[in-house]
């Protein structure tokens, strides 16, 4: 089976801090997307990723980068958090013959101060 | 931009009964997948059941069945005999066959109520 892990379920972290979400994957997946998950919002593209050191942005890229320096492993960097930054972040990756099935992670909460 | 829209925020549906979770969507493309993703009370979102745009035929997993229709972009979600366990959210999300990448509906939270 497919497994994308995050690095933490929950994150507290204080207004102007930079702020690094990590996401795995274990099955060798091309691609690699980070959302972000609101009530009434549904998930929101922030950024993708096809490939290593490939990136583009999705439909929210502002006031985040992202990095992929190995095939399994893509961050999510928020240079200097803010509070409207406070949302549910989903890791996924999708690749192979699954017909670009999305796999997800378990989510990270983070909360901005 | 691909826009998907999920009308219904909130269902209810008595144990045993047939709920219709409807979606649809706008493209230009001719290429792509359209999924049914489901997430439990704090649990990982899961795939209910896909659908290819080339294929006419409805798509079918156990309980769950799709009614699509290509040229009216309709995407709906069938559940029948609705189990307690089937209270998640649902997304509905739309997939490039190329680059994977993807536009979910704001989802619908669905009740199943014993």
């Known amino acids: 089976d497919v497994k994308v892990t995050q690095s933490s379920r929950y994150l507290v972290k204080r207004t102007g801090e930079k702020v690094f979400l990590e996401c795995v994957q274990d099955?060798?997946?091309?691609?690699m997307f980070w959302y972000r998950q609101d009530p009434g919002l549904g998930l929101r593209l922030i950024y993708f990723s096809y490939d290593v050191k490939m990136k583009e942005k999705g439909d929210i890229p502002e006031g985040y980068s992202v990095s992929r320096e190995k095939k399994e492993r893509f961050s999510l960097i928020l240079e200097s958090a803010s509070t409207n930054q406070t949302s549910m972040y989903l890791c996924?990756?999708?690749?192979?013959?699954?017909?670009?099935?999305?796999?997800f992670g378990p989510g990270t909460r983070l909360t901005v101060l | 931009a691909q826009t998907v829209t999920q009308s219904q925020p909130e269902m209810s549906v008595q144990e045993a009964e047939t709920v219709t979770l409807s979606c649809t969507y706008d493209?230009?493309?001719?290429?792509?997948?359209l999924f049914w993703y489901k997430q439990p009370p704090s649990r990982q979102m899961i795939l209910v059941i896909r659908?290819?745009?080339?294929?006419?035929q409805n798509a079918t997993e156990n309980r769950f069945s799709v009614n699509f229709q290509k040229a009216a972009k309709s995407f709906s979600l069938k559940i029948s005999d609705s189990q307690l366990g089937d209270t998640a959210m649902y997304f509905c999300?739309?997939?490039?066959?190329?680059?994977?990448?993807?536009?979910f509906g704001d989802g619908t939270t669905l009740t199943v109520k014993p």
């Open positions: 099955m060798d997946h091309e691609n």
């Open positions: 996924a990756s999708s690749g192979g013959t699954r017909n670009n099935e999305q796999f």
């Open positions: 493209t230009s493309e001719s290429n792509y997948y």
């Open positions: 659908q290819e745009a080339y294929k006419q």
């Open positions: 999300a739309f997939i490039w066959a190329n680059a994977g990448k993807s536009t």
